[in-house]
C-alpha cells in the first residue's frame, strides 16, 4: 500500500520574507496613482519599511502565484488624518509664481533635508492651507497585487 505525500501548501507572504511582486493602487474614480505593472517588479523584505505598514498588513498570507484585488480606506493604509497636520503657510514662505489650486500635491523639502508632500486645502491674501496628511489617507483605494515568489 502506497502512502501519497501530503500537497505541499505555496509559500505565502509572512514578516520577514522577501517578496517579488507587482503591485497597482487605483483612486475610487479609477485613476492608477502607482503601478509597477508596466515596469520592474518591487522586491522587499516584510517588515523592512519599504511600504507603508497599512499595505503590508493587506499582503499578508497571499500564496506565491495569487493575483488580487483589494478594496481598502486609505486611513486603515496610511494611517488616520492628524488635524495637527493641517497647517497654514505664509505667502511669503512660498516662491513668489506659486498658484495654488485645491487638490493639488506640492512637495517640500523639510529644514532636516527630508521630502515630505502637502495638498493645497485652500488658500486667500492669509496664505495656503496645506494638509500635511499622507494625500492617499482620505481617500478610497482600489489595490490590486500579483505576488511573483516568496523566499
Not at 519599504?50 to 480606506?73: F, I, K, M, R, W
Not at 493604509?77 to 485645491?102: K, M, N, R, V, W
Request: aromatic residues 4%; hydrophobic residues 35%.
Amino acid at each position: 500500500m502506497s502512502r501519497q505525500a501530503p500537497p505541499i501548501e505555496p509559500r505565502r507572504i509572512e514578516p520577514g520574507r522577501r517578496v517579488k511582486l507587482h503591485v497597482s493602487i487605483h483612486l475610487e474614480d479609477g485613476t492608477e496613482v502607482l503601478s509597477s505593472f508596466d515596469d520592474q517588479p518591487m522586491v522587499f523584505v516584510v517588515g523592512d519599511g519599504t511600504l507603508a505598514a497599512g499595505l503590508e498588513s493587506t499582503l499578508l498570507n497571499l500564496p506565491v502565484g495569487s493575483d488580487t484585488q483589494t478594496l481598502a480606506d486609505g486611513s486603515a493604509i496610511y494611517g488616520e488624518p492628524d488635524p495637527a497636520l493641517i497647517q497654514t503657510l505664509e505667502p511669503s514662505d512660498l516662491p513668489a509664481d506659486f498658484a495654488p489650486d485645491p487638490g493639488q500635491v506640492v512637495c517640500f523639502k523639510t529644514p532636516g533635508g527630508q521630502e515630505t508632500s502637502g495638498t493645497v486645502v485652500s488658500s486667500d491674501a492669509d496664505g495656503v492651507r496645506m494638509d500635511f496628511n499622507h494625500p492617499l489617507s482620505r481617500r478610497g483605494l482600489r489595490i490590486r497585487v500579483q505576488v511573483l515568489s516568496i523566499d
